[in-house]
């Protein structure tokens, strides 16, 4: 994979935007992970008598809350909140949705029926609609937001998988391994699953970025992550109170769900063009 | 470059110029205007509610837009002035027995329903038979089921007969819920959009508008100074406010409280405030729950910062309530026993102990994502809860969500918000005791509590009855049937052009609408 060729595909794909982005990434991920030793308050702490200060406050950054809550604080543990649901969500997406196209592909016939018309069905719904409808029943929280929209997500990596095992599964190494005697299961795992990993590790991270999206629109909702646990969905949803008097406290995450998001998908092109140039020509940011 | 801006200019000039001819002519705005002596009078209102009607039932509606519509649309033998005092409607007297139990109502001559049918004495009785039965549920059901009978000698009187004395039924039939309904009304349903008030519905659009006409067979139309009253739905508070400050509205309703400071320093517009309904956690005590314990309760309901409430979850714009909601002016206020859950941890922590959860409980507090101030109200307490011990865990649904489990009893401790529906302290019957409901402890029963009620209501008035409600609300104290937290204030902003309308005090501050009759609206 490092290989040098490799490597200097990774040295173009490069741009000081797409550097940002790393950099943004990276930062991000750091953050989350230290976050319980940086001396911040606790994101739950309430202290009304200093409710609503402004940002560059004494001991708070960026203010706090109607509940005197740091701001900052709640931003960073918030991060945490979004970083562990995206994740899990896109690991739920890519395991189901490669499996699906995997054995869709590869068998054909009944099994490509059952598993390719079942991810034609959760397309068929709107994705906000879908997660609305389940949450609604199922009721909010962590591990429920995971599943769905892990489900939610998991189509597109299901036809990504689905053309790419369509496309090789006539190929001669495939057709090699069967005359070797392979069973099909081992063909799938060790011949045709490695040669189309790369469109899927370069889907990941924009799935993330949809994710975090998706987390935040369904917290922003009252659907979505159960409070007081700091949600940048949340904090816009409670900050839209005081929009007139303390525009921050919706800016602030706002601006956090959009610049994750941004960088997220600027990862995602930088390792579409180094590990999938055939997708990759085309656009060049 | 030249050319094109001294044409804007001149096209402009050429738009503006009649516009400001006209309305220097006129002397008046968009709309219809009629000279009633006094100045040049607007005969269009305009108001920006905050929640759509999708069915009127003038006898279950509550909450501020229902009541608002019920207020215009429908009326009943009584109503209520701007000062809350209870007056004549349809009725134009009444007598009362020695004993409060036989009410006559003299009807004025001539009522109609606003399909041209004639109102009697017979409709009363069908209306008021209608509320006392069970399958109407009616809001003002455990009043009216007192009952005995309704009597018509002629056509302009009804004799109404109670089964026990009740010195407040006068202001239970001046709520909205006791409008008197046509026939059609008195199915299952309950739903009536016509009935004998001031307006008649001329045009709905679902989620988004009703428009209303003046009522010429109404009593009192001569004091209707509004031909038109369109009423639009605005749900989010800042678009409601927004309608108002751009000259779109003439009237709003539930003022956010975050923004009362910025109508305020608006000199065009008024801030109506008046502290109304009133912000409580209820309990589920079935069996086996902690809560069941009458010291938890008790504990809970000094472990609240009321304070932390009426700052986080209503910007200030509150009073605490720390024993039953009896509001400071009532004669029945008392000041030890209306601040008798005042916080005091140290005592709620032995309480814990002496219950037994030393090292606390779990539960579930229950709340609503759908207004902030539920939420916010549940998030405010959390902390303090937690300090006695009770770890909580947040629901919060939306809001039909959350009435249908506080109704069937899915939770520990539900945050709630509810008026009384008048102002006599008899209202707290509906909070302590009857079948399970969506406003009160779900399993609560206190027949000691029930009886004192009971006594309330045939008490003689003045100190016997003083000293009645007294230990109902030591009662209260004592035995927790639900935590009060705060009386949030209730608040309309209107236009500076709009005079008479006023926000009726305390639990009535939803029958507001009723002064709109007499209110004028200056060009």
Same mark, same amino acid.
């Given at each position: 994979? !490092?290989?040098?060729?490799s490597?200097?595909?990774?040295?173009?794909?490069?741009?000081?935007?797409?550097?940002?982005?790393?950099? $943004?990434?990276?930062?991000?991920?750091?953050?989350?992970?230290?976050a319980?030793?940086?001396?911040?308050?606790?994101?739950?702490?309430?202290?009304?008598?200093?409710?609503?200060?402004?940002?560059?406050?004494?001991?708070?950054?960026?203010?706090?809350?109607?509940?005197?809550?740091?701001?900052?604080?709640?931003?960073?543990?918030?991060?945490?909140?979004?970083?562990?649901?995206?994740?899990?969500?896109?690991?739920?997406?890519?395991?189901?949705?490669?499996?699906?196209?995997?054995v869709?592909?590869?068998?054909?016939?009944?099994?490509?029926?059952?598993?390719?018309?079942?991810?034609?069905?959760?397309?068929?719904?709107?994705?906000?609609?879908?997660?609305l409808?389940?949450?609604?029943?199922?009721?909010?929280?962590?591990?429920?937001l995971?599943?769905? &929209?892990?489900?939610?997500?998991?189509?597109?990596?299901?036809?990504l998988?689905?053309?790419?095992v369509?496309?090789?599964?006539?190929?001669?190494?495939?057709?090699?391994?069967?005359?070797f005697?392979?069973?099909?299961?081992?063909?799938?795992?060790?011949?045709?699953?490695?040669?189309?990993?790369?469109?899927?590790?370069?889907?990941?991270?924009?799935?993330l970025?949809?994710?975090?999206?998706?987390?935040?629109?369904?917290?922003?909702?009252?659907?979505?992550?159960?409070?007081?646990?700091?949600?940048?969905?949340l904090?816009?949803?409670?900050?839209?109170?005081?929009?007139?008097a303390?525009?921050?406290?919706?800016?602030?995450?706002?601006?956090?769900?959009?610049v994750?998001?941004?960088?997220?998908?600027? $990862?995602?092109d930088? &390792?579409?063009?180094?590990?999938?140039?055939?997708?990759?020509?085309?656009?060049?940011? | 470059?030249?050319?094109? =801006?001294?044409?804007?200019?001149?096209?402009?000039?050429?738009?503006?110029?009649?516009?400001?001819?006209?309305?220097?002519?006129?002397g008046?705005?968009?709309?219809?205007?009629?000279?009633?002596?006094?100045?040049?009078?607007?005969?269009?209102?305009?108001?920006?509610?905050?929640?759509?009607?999708?069915?009127?039932?003038?006898?279950?509606?509550?909450?501020?837009?229902?009541?608002?519509?019920?207020?215009?649309?429908?009326?009943?033998?009584?109503?209520?002035?701007?000062?809350?005092?209870?007056?004549?409607?349809?009725?134009?007297?009444?007598?009362?027995?020695?004993?409060?139990?036989?009410?006559t109502?003299?009807?004025?001559?001539?009522?109609?329903?606003?399909?041209?049918?004639?109102?009697?004495?017979?409709n009363?009785?069908?209306?008021?038979?209608?509320l006392?039965?069970?399958d109407s549920?009616?809001?003002?059901?455990?009043?009216m089921?007192?009952?005995?009978?309704v009597?018509?000698?002629?056509?302009?009187?009804?004799?109404?007969?109670?089964?026990?004395?009740?010195?407040?039924?006068?202001?239970?039939?001046?709520?909205?819920?006791?409008?008197?309904?046509?026939?059609?009304? !008195?199915?299952a349903?309950?739903t009536?959009?016509?009935?004998?008030?001031? %307006?008649?519905?001329?045009?709905?659009?679902?989620?988004? =508008?009703?428009?209303?006409?003046?009522?010429?067979?109404?009593?009192?139309?001569?004091?209707?100074?509004?031909?038109?009253?369109t009423?639009?739905?605005?749900?989010?508070?800042?678009?409601r406010l927004?309608?108002?400050?751009?000259?779109?509205?003439?009237?709003?309703?539930?003022?956010?409280?975050e923004? %009362?400071?910025?109508?305020?320093?608006?000199?065009?517009?008024?801030?109506?405030?008046?502290?109304?309904?009133?912000?409580?956690?209820?309990?589920?005590?079935?069996?086996?729950?902690?809560?069941?314990n009458?010291?938890?309760?008790?504990?809970?309901a000094?472990?609240?910062?009321?304070?932390?409430v009426?700052?986080?979850?209503?910007s200030?714009?509150?009073?605490?309530?720390?024993?039953a909601?009896?509001?400071?002016? =009532?004669?029945?206020?008392?000041?030890?026993?209306?601040?008798?859950?005042?916080?005091?941890?140290?005592?709620?922590k032995?309480?814990?102990?002496?219950?037994?959860?030393?090292?606390?409980f779990?539960?579930?507090?229950?709340?609503?994502?759908?207004?902030?101030?539920?939420?916010?109200?549940?998030?405010s307490?959390?902390?303090d809860?937690?300090?006695?011990?009770?770890?909580?865990?947040?629901?919060?649904?939306?809001w039909?969500?959350?009435?249908?489990?506080?109704?069937e009893?899915?939770?520990?401790?539900?945050?709630?918000?509810?008026?009384?529906?008048?102002?006599?302290?008899s209202?707290l019957?509906?909070?302590?005791?009857?079948?399970?409901?969506?406003?009160?402890?779900?399993?609560?029963?206190?027949?000691?509590?029930?009886?004192?009620?009971?006594?309330?209501?045939?008490?003689?008035?003045?100190?016997?009855?003083?000293?009645a409600?007294?230990?109902?609300?030591?009662?209260?104290?004592?035995?927790?049937?639900?935590?009060?937290?705060?009386?949030?204030t209730?608040?309309?902003?209107?236009?500076?052009?709009?005079t008479? !309308?006023?926000?009726?005090?305390?639990?009535?501050?939803?029958? =507001?609408?009723?002064?709109?009759?007499?209110?004028?609206?200056?060009?």
């Amino acid at each position: 994979m !490092f290989s040098a060729r490799s490597l200097r595909r990774l040295r173009k794909s490069l741009n000081p935007v797409r550097i940002a982005g790393i950099i $943004v990434v990276v930062a991000i991920i750091v953050l989350t992970l230290l976050a319980p030793f940086l001396g911040l308050p606790d994101p739950l702490a309430q202290d009304i008598s200093n409710q609503l200060l402004p940002i560059g406050s004494e001991g708070h950054l960026l203010g706090t809350d109607r509940f005197g809550r740091d701001v900052l604080s709640r931003l960073i543990f918030g991060a945490r909140v979004e970083l562990v649901i995206a994740m899990g969500a896109t690991a739920v997406a890519l395991v189901l949705g490669t499996f699906l196209g995997l054995v869709g592909g590869y068998f054909g016939g009944i099994v490509e029926t059952l598993s390719m018309r079942s991810v034609d069905v959760i397309l068929a719904f709107p994705p906000i609609v879908l997660a609305l409808l389940v949450v609604t029943i199922y009721g909010t929280g962590a591990s429920t937001l995971i599943v769905v &929209m892990g489900v939610l997500f998991a189509p597109r990596f299901a036809r990504l998988t689905y053309g790419q095992v369509v496309s090789i599964r006539g190929m001669e190494y495939v057709e090699a391994a069967r005359v070797f005697g392979s069973g099909p299961l081992r063909i799938v795992g060790t011949v045709v699953l490695p040669n189309v990993s790369a469109p899927l590790i370069v889907q990941a991270p924009l799935t993330l970025a949809t994710s975090i999206l998706l987390e935040s629109g369904l917290s922003y909702l009252g659907l979505g992550v159960t409070p007081p646990t700091p949600s940048w969905g949340l904090m816009v949803a409670d900050g839209q109170r005081d929009i007139v008097a303390h525009p921050s406290l919706v800016a602030v995450p706002s601006l956090a769900i959009v610049v994750t998001i941004l960088a997220f998908g600027l $990862v995602g092109d930088v &390792m579409r063009d180094w590990l999938d140039p055939r997708r990759g020509m085309a656009s060049q940011l | 470059m030249g050319y094109r =801006s001294g044409l804007k200019k001149w096209l402009v000039a050429a738009v503006i110029a009649p516009v400001m001819i006209l309305s220097g002519c006129s002397g008046s705005g968009d709309s219809g205007s009629l000279d009633a002596g006094s100045g040049e009078l607007n005969t269009t209102l305009r108001i920006a509610l905050s929640a759509d009607v999708a069915d009127l039932k003038p006898s279950r509606d509550q909450g501020a837009a229902a009541m608002m519509l019920d207020t215009l649309i429908h009326r009943g033998l009584l109503g209520y002035d701007g000062n809350g005092d209870v007056v004549p409607a349809l009725a134009e007297s009444y007598d009362v027995n020695e004993t409060n139990t036989e009410f006559t109502f003299h009807l004025r001559e001539g009522l109609k329903f606003q399909d041209g049918s004639d109102l009697t004495s017979e409709n009363v009785k069908k209306t008021l038979e209608f509320l006392a039965s069970s399958d109407s549920g009616a809001k003002i059901f455990a009043t009216m089921s007192d009952l005995d009978s309704v009597e018509t000698p002629d056509a302009q009187t009804a004799v109404v007969k109670l089964k026990n004395p009740n010195v407040a039924f006068p202001a239970y039939l001046a709520d909205t819920t006791a409008a008197i309904l046509p026939e059609e009304a !008195f199915s299952a349903e309950g739903t009536a959009w016509s009935g004998a008030g001031p %307006f008649i519905l001329e045009e709905t659009n679902p989620g988004v =508008s009703f428009t209303l006409k003046k009522n010429p067979d109404f009593y009192d139309a001569a004091n209707v100074n509004f031909e038109d009253i369109t009423i639009t739905i605005y749900a989010d508070g800042q678009a409601r406010l927004n309608a108002l400050l751009a000259g779109d509205a003439d009237l709003m309703d539930f003022v956010p409280w975050e923004s %009362f400071s910025q109508v305020e320093s608006n000199s065009d517009l008024v801030l109506d405030g008046q502290s109304g309904p009133w912000m409580y956690l209820h309990f589920n005590v079935s069996n086996g729950s902690p809560l069941a314990n009458e010291k938890v309760r008790q504990a809970i309901a000094l472990a609240v910062n009321r304070e932390n409430v009426a700052t986080s979850a209503f910007s200030g714009q509150a009073t605490v309530t720390a024993g039953a909601p009896i509001a400071e002016g =009532s004669e029945f206020y008392n000041a030890e026993l209306a601040n008798g859950w005042s916080q005091n941890v140290e005592k709620a922590k032995q309480l814990m102990a002496e219950a037994g959860y030393a090292d606390g409980f779990d539960a579930v507090l229950l709340s609503s994502s759908q207004y902030a101030f539920h939420q916010d109200t549940a998030l405010s307490v959390q902390p303090d809860l937690e300090a006695i011990g009770i770890r909580t865990t947040l629901d919060s649904p939306d809001w039909a969500t959350r009435q249908q489990k506080a109704a069937e009893g899915q939770y520990d401790i539900a945050v709630a918000g509810s008026a009384g529906v008048v102002n006599d302290p008899s209202f707290l019957v509906n909070f302590v005791t009857g079948p399970a409901a969506n406003n009160r402890s779900y399993g609560f029963d206190d027949p000691e509590l029930n009886q004192l009620l009971a006594a309330g209501l045939t008490a003689a008035p003045g100190a016997d009855r003083v000293a009645a409600y007294d230990a109902v609300q030591a009662r209260i104290i004592e035995t927790v049937p639900f935590a009060s937290l705060v009386a949030r204030t209730q608040a309309f902003a209107y236009t500076n052009k709009l005079t008479g !309308f006023s926000n009726i005090p305390g639990f009535l501050t939803f029958e =507001s609408g009723y002064t709109l009759v007499g209110a004028k609206l200056a060009a």
